[in-house]
């Protein structure tokens, strides 16, 4: 997205925002549940995201809904390895959290209400998931957050 002209970026943004708000709407709800359980919620404008850190449920890491973040951790700022490295299947450097899940809401924005969807279809969390290859590549270069190659 950062390729783009301000002038063009700033409304492509405003109608992603729009367009993924019913999954933001749940990412709200449960962003909600976790502040009665002692999450922190700040607003985090290079993630274009509201970001509930201290999530008091799930194994760890974090999940996108929409524009909003849910991590269990202190703060996205954590190191993690791709799907692929923690499969045995390359040996990717450590990534930063926030990059992966940053990836996830560009896709958000584009694909809004029919993310979740393709997201299952895809086979959910895991490795031979296209998304989480895209988010994985997005914090390894910084580039390819997109879950389909280009030709």
Do not use: K
């Not at 996830?104 to 694909?111: A, G, K, P, S, T």
């Not at 979740?116 to 969390?125: H, K, M, N, Q, R």
Request: with cysteine; net charge positive; aromatic share 10%.
């Amino acid at each position: 997205m950062s390729t783009l002209s301000p002038w063009l970026l700033r409304p492509l943004q405003v109608l992603g925002l729009a367009w993924t708000l019913p999954n933001t709407a749940l990412g709200l709800l449960a962003g909600a549940v976790a502040l009665a359980g002692g999450a922190r919620v700040r607003a985090s404008a290079r993630d274009l995201a509201l970001v509930f850190d201290g999530v008091p449920w799930g194994p760890g890491g974090a999940l996108t809904l929409g524009n909003v973040i849910l991590n269990t951790g202190h703060d996205l700022c954590t190191r993690c390895v791709t799907y692929a490295r923690h499969a045995g299947l390359s040996d990717d450097a450590p990534i930063l959290l926030a990059d992966h899940e940053r990836a996830h809401v560009f896709q958000y924005m584009v694909l809004g209400p029919l993310f979740l969807p393709l997201y299952f279809a895809f086979g959910g969390i895991g490795v031979r998931n296209r998304f989480e290859r895209a988010a994985d590549r997005y914090a390894l270069s910084g580039q390819g957050w997109w879950p389909w190659p280009r030709p």
